[in-house]
Structures are given as structure tokens and as C-alpha cells.
Nanobody, 118 residues
Framework: VQLQASGGGLVRPGSSLRLSCTAS????????IGWFRQAPGKEREAVSC????????SNTDSAKGRFAMSRDNAKNTVYLQMDTLKPEDTAVYYC????????????WGQGTQVTVSS
């Protein structure tokens, strides 16, 4: 059972990136998926979450209007589309899976670095 986050990189302010979270050993479609990030010297923060039924997608204030999540169940992958990136978006981004909003996140990816700099 494994989650793998990928798609990070070094981009300029205003650019876009799409992060991927791919599962092996279990079906992502039955899980809520969350994206988190941790910047140097800061605590980890939740960025966005999509429910298993795609009935809701929540974003923190910093991500609203710029970030969006989607699923491709055939590829067992969840995406985080990030637009209009800002330097303050620089962080290691992690994806995680939980069975429902009543449970904790039990599977975590290894993280992918996103650096926004001119």
C-alpha cells in the first residue's frame, strides 16, 4: 500500500503546476484525498481535500480560486491543479488518504517539492 506524490518543480510566479497523487495497493476512489504542504520552518497545513464521492472539494483560504482537485479513477490518481502560483506557495506538498471525514488520514505520500521563485 503506497501513495506517491509527483509533479513538483521550480516555476516562476504566476505559473501553473499539476501535482499527481497515485496509489498502489488500494483504490483511491473509495477514499477522501487531501493535499497538505509544509514550508521551511512552518507547520504542515491542509491545502485542499476531495471526498470519495467528489461531492465536495474544500480549499483553504490561500488556495481558493487558484487550486482545484480532480480524480481519474481509471489511473488511480488524484490531481491538484495549481494556478497563479505565488512565492508563498513554496513548500513540500504531500497527499494523504482517509476513508471518510470521520477518520484520520492513514496513508501518506512522500512529498514533492514546489518552489515558486523569479
Amino acid at each position: 500500500v503506497q501513495l506517491q506524490a509527483s509533479g513538483g518543480g521550480l516555476v516562476r510566479p504566476g505559473s501553473s503546476l499539476r501535482l499527481s497523487c497515485t496509489a498502489s495497493g488500494f483504490a483511491l476512489e473509495y477514499f477522501d484525498i487531501g493535499w497538505f504542504r509544509q514550508a521551511p520552518g512552518k507547520e504542515r497545513e491542509a491545502v485542499s481535500c476531495i471526498s470519495s464521492s467528489e461531492s465536495s472539494t474544500s480549499n483553504t483560504d490561500s488556495a481558493k480560486g487558484r487550486f482545484a482537485m480532480s480524480r481519474d479513477n481509471a489511473k488511480n490518481t488524484v490531481y491538484l491543479q495549481m494556478d497563479t502560483l505565488k512565492p508563498e506557495d513554496t513548500a513540500v506538498y504531500y497527499c494523504a488518504a482517509r476513508r471518510s471525514e470521520m477518520t484520520k488520514y492513514e496513508y501518506w505520500g512522500q512529498g514533492t517539492q514546489v518552489t515558486v521563485s523569479s
